[in-house]
């Protein structure tokens, strides 16, 4: 079954500590997932994709077929990271599935 | 130029009515997909148009629920005899294409329907 699991509904942590932020997937195919994160009042919007191998706001993440993970991590967090994180997994092309997002706190 | 467009941004009804939710995508976004995100839960998929045609109703739940995009840009949501478990988010993105490219959408801020 095709399934995207984020496992910790709310992590709160203090200005300046790591943030891992856990995603898992099952599938069957080749996985091409992403991270889509919601500011407080803002839309849903595109954070990273894995293929792209990018760095966006300290934020990166590492596609791991071997435990079928893609965690989202920034080594020191920012007060303004705080944010719902989806994570999603793309399986044709429209279809995205999503997990049920993590609400990230930065505490002071 | 703007972004996803929806109203309302909220509409509460009673049980039994009908109801229509608008999005206006991003001009010149030929894919235009509507998600709906109950409390505590990712988005749904309910349906994908691509132009004019509903490429992929799959997701709509029943038969109460349906889509239309007829010019191939602003799409209406319509749900019928609405019932209380149909209250959450209703959201439409659009994106140029579909996502083989980029696999990036674009949301619109959603209309939250609360049926009573």
């Known amino acids: 079954a095709q399934r995207v699991t984020q496992p910790e509904k709310l992590l709160s942590v203090f200005k300046g500590a790591p943030v891992e932020l856990k995603c898992n997937y099952s599938?069957?195919?080749?996985?091409?997932l992403f991270w889509y994160v919601q500011y407080s009042r803002q839309r849903l919007q595109l954070l990273l994709r894995h293929i792209s191998r990018e760095s966006i706001k300290g934020f990166t993440a590492d596609l791991n077929k071997g435990e079928t993970s893609f965690h989202l991590k920034k080594p020191f967090a920012q007060e303004e990271d705080s944010a719902m994180y989806y994570c999603?997994?793309?399986?044709?092309?429209?279809?995205?599935?999503w997990g049920a997002g993590t609400k990230l706190i930065i505490k002071p | 130029g703007a972004g996803v467009s929806q109203t309302p941004s909220n509409k509460v009804t009673e049980k039994g009515k009908y109801v229509e939710l608008r999005c206006d995508p991003i001009s010149g976004h030929t894919a235009l997909y509507w998600y709906r995100q109950s409390l505590g839960q990712g988005p749904e998929f309910l349906i994908y148009f691509q132009g004019t045609g509903a490429a992929d109703d799959s997701g709509l739940p029943n038969d109460r629920f349906f889509a239309v995009r007829p010019e191939g840009s602003v799409s209406t949501l319509k749900i019928q005899r609405t019932e209380r478990g149909d209250s959450a988010v209703y959201l439409c993105a659009s994106s140029p294409l579909g996502l083989q490219n980029t696999g990036e959408l674009f949301f619109g801020e959603g209309s939250r329907l609360t049926v009573l």
């Open positions: 999603a997994l793309r399986i044709s092309n429209y279809q995205l599935i």
């Open positions: 599938y069957s195919g080749s996985p091409e």
